[in-house]
């Protein structure tokens, strides 16, 4: 059974994102095993304490490295992604040893699923600059491009804080997790 490590691009803890992530999770049942990727503690990368690793980061990199697979469900910030999952591919891209670009990468060659939850644009430009960045030579992630799934949030989900799916928004997140089953094996 394929191991998904999910990842919330929002550290709020009922998220929408995480409440999306939650029902994906369900139409995996039985069919892949899924982990949450506790990040929250990570430092700002930066140099200064890159080596050796602080052991948040020593965690992360172990949990991705692991996972067959990942699906990040995140908001749009400003039309991106959030700073702290910026941060979370930065650590992730960084070398384990000083000066060292040959030895793999946790995130290397990692299949990615993208959705997200939010305004207007569903996370439309959030969900494209993470494939950009994913798809660095020197991150070289797959992004599964096709399908994503996007969110519009309703006025009732953001004045009761949960998420509310119509039946179109549901299927299209369980097309979205059949395809991934499909794009992992």
């Known amino acids: 059974m394929k191991k998904i ?9 009922e998220s929408f994102n995480k409440q999306l992530a939650l029902l994906a999770e369900q139409h995996l ?29 020593q ?20 039309y991106s992604y959030p700073a702290h999952l910026k941060n979370l591919i ?4 960084r070398p384990l040893v000083p000066g060292d670009r040959q030895t793999p990468l946790a ?3 990692k299949k990615v699923a993208l959705s997200g939850a939010g305004g207007a644009s569903a996370t439309a430009k959030c969900r494209e ?24 949030l ?16 549901t299927a299209e997140l369980h097309r979205q997790a059949e395809a991934f089953l499909h794009f992992m094996a």
């Open 5 to 13: 490590l999910f990842i919330i691009g929002s550290l709020r803890k």
């Open 29 to 57: 049942a039985n069919r892949a095993q899924v982990e949450y990727l506790d990040y929250a503690d990570l430092p700002f990368m930066n140099q200064d304490v890159e080596f050796p690793a602080p052991d948040s980061v």
């Open 59 to 78: 965690r992360v990199r172990a949990k991705v490295a692991e996972a067959d697979a990942l699906w990040i469900f995140t908001p749009e910030y400003n």
């Open 90 to 93: 930065d650590w992730l891209s």
């Open 107 to 109: 995130i290397n060659d």
């Open 129 to 152: 600059k993470l494939t950009e960045l994913l798809s660095l030579p020197f991150i070289h992630a797959h992004v599964m491009t096709t399908p994503q799934t996007g969110i519009v």
């Open 154 to 169: 309703c006025k009732e989900a953001w004045t009761e804080g949960r998420l509310l799916l119509t039946e179109a928004q």
